[in-house]
């Protein structure tokens, strides 16, 4: 069990993270929104993470504080990702469909050189030597940081589904004129999406630089946000449990198999082209309609009697 | 002939139980200590993703250091296994790898990875588990320091670009302005051109202009401008062997006719292809040269050009300096002990002791490492390109 966990134990994180990640970008979905900016709240709560932990600057504060510094990290990503994210929010959410993801993801690109450019980032190597929080000594023990981040952000993505809330997302993605029209406001309401998924992407950036024990430029790319966007659609996009079943399987397989040696990529490319070809609901969508009771059919027609005179 | 047929038409039902049955043996031998069974040491280097460009070399390197070194007795009449884990190009797979070589492979050392930001995030397990690693590439500032067990064969950029500089001073001594140019997405240029334009500082040049580019870059006629117009009289590139080519190839083109000088990046025959007759009398920072004269690396530059049917590349060179290294090491250990009746843990510990110690004949010349674990690397090279045709060309040694 121990050498089972300690080979597979940061998969198993990485799994959980990356349902996390792909749960960020659901909440903009939620609202039709498709936007790519999660990497860069990513990469922006890693860096939070990591200035606070390792820059000298903080050094007494991190003395005085102890573990609590690591809470702290954590708070401190999901506001700065939360304020940038509504500073970024509210001109970008004009934009609508292939602009929006379009427009997310130079986003994304102006972090990353922006990091690479800055001092305090550490530049191209970036920032190493992060402290591990609460005595962790194994990197499998970050599923006790990682899995109840998980399981509040999927109570709190049921709750607001039922809720007033997510009623508007839904109506905003199924007609955004039309919703607009009975009064829910489609600005506001995007906005809140888009923040949510920014200050969940922060948290989870801020849990994975110590995870990582570094951080640099190359954690928010442009690769990064079409790989949460596969978690999604493979997931499927309609259900909370899609990012996380499409996160899970899609960190998993390359990892499980790698046995295969290169074969494992080809794999891997396999279950994205035959899911996204045949479950185009994604898995969860389409596990979802075998559960459910199958349409009435229109009666097969009974043949006329025969008459005979 | 009905050998071959039958040979392929059992290994797939063969594999099936072998593995499980691995799988099995690895999850219930679990906590035990355990002696060791065959003398395996790790390979995780990037075999996958845009990163593979430098891991394929290493990989080539590695597999060549196994064959030659156990063709000459491998540990004292043993022969040693080695296993390979790609890495892939990010720090979670630098991870995976580093995980399922301590864990399920059981080896007793692990040459890798490629990047140093990969070995920021990976080699802080293997220090934990207590297994000694060996950098094939990891050039970055801070990488023996990460831990007692982590060591490389790589030297700094620090040690080998300042040469460059002083050769291009002996070919022309009347250089004054400097351009500096280089690749900012990637952490072994951004740490070289610091070195590159202190050590231009320290020689009296006037560094004129500095000028960032990504690797993915293809034109670079904004960098190229802002370096005509300041009039230099050298140009000093850190990037990698496509985006370099390219720059020194649009340098050319659009007129410059000063020396060029390439950092360690540059330091492949990947980059001929790129800016083919262009390339000519590039200066190259090199932290290996097929001319190095030790009799260890002539051996191994024949061998290897005999084999591969061209000279060994830097990382390939690198890449069987780690293995050999960790051999040497191992051959001592076994003198003193056997090493089938060691335990494990303990082999690993020891072996990491005899690394710092010992002293090494590699093909990058006489090696030695610090008690941290830094390289101690006597000679550099300084060469320059030669162009024969547009495709075929050569790194000739500069005194």
């Known amino acids: ?309 | 002939m009905p050998y071959p047929a039958q040979r392929r038409f059992q290994s797939p039902s063969f594999a099936l139980p072998a593995l499980s049955a691995t799988l099995a043996l690895s999850l219930s031998l679990g906590a035990q200590a355990q002696k060791v069974e065959t003398i395996s040491i790790g390979v995780a280097v990037a075999q996958t993703s845009n990163t593979a460009l430098l891991g394929q070399e290493q990989v080539i390197g590695a597999k060549f250091a196994e064959k030659f070194l156990n063709g000459r007795g491998g540990i004292n009449g043993t022969p040693f296994k080695l296993v390979f884990q790609d890495t892939g190009g990010d720090e979670a797979g630098a991870i995976n790898a580093f995980q399922n070589l301590i864990t399920k492979d059981r080896v007793l050392g692990i040459v890798g990875p490629t990047l140093s930001q990969q070995a920021f995030a990976s080699d802080p397990i293997a220090e934990r588990a207590k297994v000694p690693v060996m950098g094939p590439s990891n050039t970055a500032k801070g990488i023996p320091q990460i831990g007692n067990f982590i060591a490389r064969v790589s030297a700094p950029v620090a040690v080998v670009a300042p040469n460059a500089v002083r050769q291009a001073l002996k070919l022309d001594p009347k250089i004054k302005e400097v351009a500096v140019l280089y690749a900012q997405n990637d952490a072994f240029s951004t740490s070289e051109t610091g070195t590159f334009q202190q050590t231009a500082k320290d020689q009296g040049l006037t560094v004129a202009t500095v000028q960032k580019f990504q690797t993915t870059d293809t034109d670079f006629t904004t960098q190229v401008t802002a370096v005509l117009n300041a009039k230099v009289d050298l140009v000093i590139i850190s990037g990698l062997a496509a985006d370099g080519g390219n720059l020194v190839k649009q340098l050319r083109q659009l007129g410059y006719k000063g020396l060029i000088i390439g950092g360690n990046g540059l330091n492949t025959s990947n980059m001929f292809p790129v800016c083919q007759k262009l390339c000519d009398g590039v200066i190259i920072a090199q932290a290996y040269s097929p001319a190095q004269g030790s009799a260890a690396n002539q051996v191994f530059v024949k061998e290897y050009t005999a084999q591969y049917k061209k000279a060994p590349p830097q990382f390939a060179a690198q890449a069987y300096a780690g293995v050999q290294v960790m051999v040497e090491a191992l051959k001592v250990i076994d003198r003193k002990k056997k090493l089938n009746t060691w335990e494990l843990d303990d082999l690993r510990v020891e072996l990491n002791k005899q690394i710092l110690l010992g002293k090494y004949s590699t093909p990058l010349g006489p090696i030695a490492f610090d008690k941290e674990g830094e390289v101690i690397q006597k000679e550099f090279f300084v060469a320059q390109i030669k162009m024969k045709d547009a495709k075929t060309g050569s790194f000739v040694y500069l005194k």
Do not use: C
Request: proline letters at 7%; glycine letters at 12%.
């Open chain 1, 1 to 309: 069990m121990t050498d089972f966990l300690s080979t597979y134990g940061f998969l198993i994180v990485t799994m959980l993270q990356a349902g996390l990640l792909g749960l960020s970008l659901y909440f903009p979905l939620q609202a039709g929104q498709l936007s790519l900016a999660s990497p860069g709240f990513y990469s922006l709560g890693g860096y939070v993470a990591a200035i606070l932990l390792t820059n000298p600057a903080f050094a007494g504060l991190r003395d005085t504080l102890g573990n609590a510094m690591f809470p702290l990290t954590w708070l401190v990503a999901a506001v700065l990702a939360g304020l940038l994210g509504l500073l970024v929010g509210v001109p970008a959410l004009r934009l609508r469909g292939i602009y929006l993801a379009l427009a997310t993801i130079a986003f994304v690109e102006v972090l990353r050189v922006i990091s690479l450019n800055l001092s305090i980032t550490g530049g191209a190597i970036g920032l190493f030597g992060i402290p591990q929080p609460f005595g962790i000594v194994d990197r499998w023990q970050y599923v006790f940081i990682f899995g109840p981040l998980l399981i509040l952000t999927l109570l709190f993505a049921r709750q607001m589904e039922r809720s007033r809330v997510g009623r508007a997302l839904r109506a905003i993605r199924e007609d955004e004129l039309a919703a607009d029209a009975m009064g829910v406001p489609p600005t506001r309401y995007k906005v809140l999406a888009f923040v949510t998924g920014a200050v969940l992407a922060g948290i989870v950036g801020a849990m994975s630089a110590p995870l990582l024990s570094s951080w640099n430029a190359r954690q928010g790319t442009f690769d990064a946000s079409i790989a949460i966007l596969a978690f999604v659609l493979i997931g499927g996009s309609r259900h909370t449990w899609g990012p996380v079943v499409g996160g899970a399987l899609l960190t998993a397989v390359p990892e499980v198999l790698r046995f295969l040696a290169d074969w494992r990529l080809v794999i891997n490319g396999l279950v994205l082209v035959v899911a996204s070809l045949y479950l185009p609901q994604g898995i969860v969508g389409a596990l979802e309609k075998l559960g459910r009771p199958r349409p009435p059919q229109r009666p097969t027609p009974v043949k006329p009697a025969e008459v005979r005179p």
